[in-house]
């Protein structure tokens, strides 16, 4: 890590446009640092250009302070952003928006997922944070933090931990979450709405996938997959799908979970989750995804038994392995 605040990297007279994205399909830790990222500099750099690039953000999110702002189209007027600032990915899962990184004068990369090396001039990495929004909250003024910021900080770090209870929640976690509900924004209210709470149509979704999920290995995998014909019969979009694998997650004696949803012909996303007897992160890895040991994704060809089977060959290497 070769700065330790973002300020280290602003040079006022120099950084006047900064553009900031992060990955294709964005989560609430992705959404809360882009976000929390462009509310900081705004406040703290007067007369700066902020833009941020992201896809379209689940309606479950719009009240977070900048999300109306959010460029998901891609376009812009400027062809070299003096900084861009790439969160909670590498710069290869940001879409349309890597060009425009490619082409900054000065590229900062900032990510707590362990596959990522660094792809900017400057990387902030940090494979044992809980979140990338844990990440923000270290880079930036702490005297600078207002209730609107804390409340989007907070929003990721509780999405990426499963509010506090994921391994990855360290008692550095738990001290920046008493830190900020010390803003005085309704906490209660913010998990209920962002973590808990569910639609009709996601809980019919649940349902399904529990209902239809199958067990293999003696147990200790389950596999859940959804069809892009599923989601055409709910009326559902893929931000209606989460949740689903730390649900399958939770099913007793099981080790490591896979869900797979169709985002096209033979393609799928998969979302692996285990409970650290698998390191999830490798297999992922494997198929050109990545992410943490116990949760990670990529992108696989084929059909829904194929990416299963593909899956359950490096699954059952790593569990014989412990056996």
């Not at 703290?44 to 009240?63: A, C, H, N, T, W």
């Not at 940090?126 to 923000?136: N, Q, T, V």
């Not at 962002?194 to 003696?218: A, D, P, W």
């Not at 490591?256 to 996303?269: P, Q």
């Amino acid at each position: 890590m070769a700065f330790t605040k973002i300020d280290d990297l602003i040079d006022p007279k120099k950084i006047k446009t900064v553009g900031v994205a992060g990955h294709i399909r964005p989560d609430a830790d992705c959404i809360g640092a882009v976000l929390a990222l462009k509310q900081y500099l705004l406040a703290r750099y007067k007369g700066m250009r902020v833009d941020v690039f992201l896809e379209e953000i689940p309606q479950i999110y719009s009240f977070i302070k900048g999300s109306d702002t959010v460029r998901t189209d891609f376009q812009t007027d400027i062809e070299q952003y003096d900084m861009f600032i790439v969160c909670d990915t590498d710069k290869s899962r940001t879409g349309p928006a890597e060009k425009l990184f490619d082409a900054a004068k000065l590229r900062v990369n900032i990510d707590h997922h362990v596959s990522n090396h660094g792809t900017g001039d400057e990387n902030y990495m940090d494979g044992d944070a809980s979140s990338c929004c844990e990440l923000i909250y270290d880079l930036l003024d702490h005297d600078a933090i207002d209730k609107d910021l804390a409340q989007t900080i907070y929003c990721g770090i509780i999405a990426d931990t499963g509010v506090f209870k994921y391994s990855a929640t360290s008692p550095k976690t738990m001290r920046i979450g008493a830190d900020l509900i010390s803003y005085g924004f309704d906490f209660n209210d913010l998990i209920d709405r962002t973590f808990y709470r569910k639609t009709y149509v996601q809980n019919q979704l649940l349902g399904r996938v529990l209902m239809e999920s199958t067990l293999f290995m003696g147990g200790r995998c389950i596999v859940g997959i959804v069809t892009r014909k599923t989601l055409e019969f709910y009326k559902a979009t893929t931000s209606d799908l989460e949740g689903i694998v730390s649900q399958l997650m939770l099913t007793s004696g099981v080790a490591c979970a896979i869900f797979l949803h169709e985002t096209g012909s033979l393609e799928f996303k998969a979302s692996l989750r285990s409970n650290g007897m698998v390191d999830v992160s490798r297999i992922a890895e494997i198929f050109g995804g990545g992410g943490h040991v116990r949760a990670a994704g990529c992108t696989m060809n084929g059909t829904s038994h194929d990416c299963v089977n593909n899956l359950a060959k490096y699954i059952a290497e790593q569990l014989r392995g412990v056996d």
